[in-house]
Nanobody, 115 residues
Framework: QVQLVESGGGLVQPGGSLRLSCAASRSIFGIIVMGWHRQAPGKQRELVATISSGGTTNYADSVKGRFTISRVNAKNPVDLQMNSLKPEDTAVYYC?????????WGQGTQVTVSS
């Protein structure tokens, strides 16, 4: 199975920005949908944003207008630009790539928004 590794997380002040990237161990083909999910301590994992093979994007209501998901290439499939970050955005963010044969997840990258 393909391995995914997220990067770009870190500590940022409220109102700041971060860009998360996802790197794959090999090129990925046959993608159905890609997305970013997040999980805060004590909470269930939630969907943040998705982008389909056709380019259709969907966002959680809490991040609409602030986050942008984009496709990159077969080896680095999906990025997440996060602007106007809020303390409520603090979580571990996970990259997800679903193909016709696999559903792959990264190990996550920590995003902490704090003053």
């Amino acid at each position: 199975q393909v391995q995914l590794v997220e990067s770009g997380g870190g500590l940022v002040q409220p109102g700041g920005s971060l860009r998360l990237s996802c790197a794959a161990s090999r090129s990925i083909f046959g993608i159905i949908v890609m997305g970013w999910h997040r999980q805060a301590p004590g909470k269930q994992r939630e969907l943040v944003a998705t982008i389909s093979s056709g380019g259709t994007t969907n966002y959680a209501d809490s991040v609409k207008g602030r986050f942008t998901i984009s496709r990159v290439n077969a080896k680095n499939p999906v990025d997440l630009q996060m602007n106007s970050l809020k303390p409520e955005d603090t979580a571990v963010y996970y990259c997800n790539v679903r193909t016709y044969g696999e559903d792959s997840w990264g190990q996550g990258t920590q995003v902490t928004v704090s003053s």
